[in-house]
């Protein structure tokens, strides 16, 4: 009686691996048996004749063995027939020769080899089953923020064990420059890629993604978590500088504004995270020529040629304004070229050293209007707008004449002897 007591043991205890390892109830139940009938087809040769019922309940199994009955002194096979005699000696006083007698089998009874084997073919199974899933969660998360605890870091990568114990690398080339961690500690992360040779799942991380510097953004600004505001473009120069273009499907919501947040209180803790990595956030648009003026700034640009065959432009600056738009080491044009998608070359517009940028008239010319002539006219100073015709002017702004008629007086005005 021992003896049989130690397969249900056994399938409870499995019962309670199960859990620890986060396999759910069905398939448990589905590996136990294809354990069972694989370890039983060596056994006996074939599994066909044998029902293998699984009590999850109680944590047991059951196993019966489907015989045919033939005469006494003629079993050939013991393992798919049985003697009369022997079958209604079993339980079964009834039985005739031609028809089948189940008999019931106890796993135990084959000893602890057989129950070694079983417990091997068990564990294999559920490592190769937890391999899997392992690999399908990740592969569901990539491009998604995880945390993760450092466990040990080595010259080339740095090894995470995150809640559940699952090995993720950060490799040196993924970290942020001057990122350090010290074991034990916490740091997030993008998963960026997650591989399976040989069943053998591989989670890579990265600090330097721009898909981090995006999904930080949606766990700090709500507006873009929520689908307010959309992340247009990201230029990143990890560690250094990194630049966003945004919008609001909302008109009342400034997209920047809620990115940045009052004081700068949500950007301040996605500064923190990248190591002082500075950010500037501009207003997306589909004006290329407005896009690269924003994405230049601090720099104020006098003027611009774009070339769409070669995705280029020619930026003119006045010459105070050339090293602003090329900013330390040349990461503000090198981020305004990766935002935009444009090749960016600056040039030096003596020409326009006496001219005016439009806000200084907005004393006389309302602000919509300023806001009209740079966004549908690409200019930013008084010159530019007077180079356009007073037809040009009321067709691509879309102002009444007279409009258009008081606006170039008064800019004509300041250049007047």
């Not at 003896?3 to 499995?14: C, I, L, Y």
């Not at 056994?43 to 047991?60: A, Q, R, S, Y």
């Not at 799942?201 to 949606?218: A, H, M, W, Y």
Request: charge should be negative; charged fraction near 35%; glycine fraction near 4%.
């Amino acid at each position: 009686m021992a003896k049989k007591e130690e397969a249900p043991n056994m399938v409870e205890r499995f019962a309670e691996f199960k859990e620890l390892k986060n396999i759910d109830k069905a398939t448990m139940i589905s590996v136990l048996e294809e354990s069972f009938r694989n370890v039983l087809a060596k056994m006996f040769g074939t599994d066909e004749n044998l029902d293998v019922i699984m009590n999850p309940d109680k944590g047991d199994v059951q196993i019966f063995q489907n015989l045919k009955v033939v005469p006494d002194g003629e079993v050939t096979n013991p393992n798919v027939q049985i003697s009369l005699s022997d079958a209604r000696a079993d339980q079964d006083p009834d039985v005739e020769v031609g028809e089948d007698h189940t008999k019931e089998i106890f796993f135990a009874d084959f000893g602890r080899r057989a129950i070694l084997n079983l417990r091997q073919t068990l564990q294999s199974k559920i490592l190769e089953l937890q391999k899997e899933a392992l690999f399908n969660k990740f592969k569901e998360l990539e491009g998604e923020i995880v945390s993760g605890e450092v466990y040990q870091t080595w010259s080339k990568e740095t090894l995470l064990l995150d809640d559940d114990k699952h090995e993720m690398l950060l490799p040196k080339e993924e970290s942020i420059p001057g990122d350090y961690f010290r074991k034990g500690e916490t740091i997030r992360a993008v998963v960026v890629e997650v591989e399976n040779k040989n069943n053998n799942p591989k989670i890579k991380l990265s600090r330097t993604s721009d898909n981090f510097l995006r999904r930080l953004f949606e766990l700090e600004v709500p507006e873009i978590h929520d689908g307010l505001i959309n992340i247009r473009a990201v230029a990143r120069i990890p560690g250094e500088r990194a630049k966003i273009a945004v919008e609001s499907y909302d008109d009342r919501i400034d997209p920047v504004g809620a990115c940045v947040g009052v004081k700068g209180s949500r950007i301040h803790g996605i500064v923190r995270e990248l190591r002082n990595e500075n950010i500037d956030v501009i207003n997306y648009t589909t004006n290329p020529s407005l896009l690269i003026q924003r994405a230049l700034s601090p720099a104020k640009v006098t003027s611009i040629r774009i070339n769409e065959e070669e995705k280029s432009a020619d930026v003119f600056l006045r010459p105070e304004e050339v090293s602003l738009a090329i900013g330390k080491g040349g990461l503000n044009i090198k981020l305004a070229s990766m935002l935009s998608g444009y090749k960016i070359d600056v040039y030096r517009d003596i020409e326009t050293e006496d001219d005016i940028y439009l806000e200084e008239f907005n004393d006389e010319i309302e602000d919509w209007i300023i806001d009209a002539l740079k966004h549908n006219l690409g200019c930013t100073t008084a010159r530019q707008v007077l180079q356009f015709s007073r037809e040009d002017l009321i067709e691509k702004v879309d102002l009444e004449e007279d409009t258009v008629d008081y606006i170039i007086n008064i800019l004509k005005s300041e250049f007047e002897d």
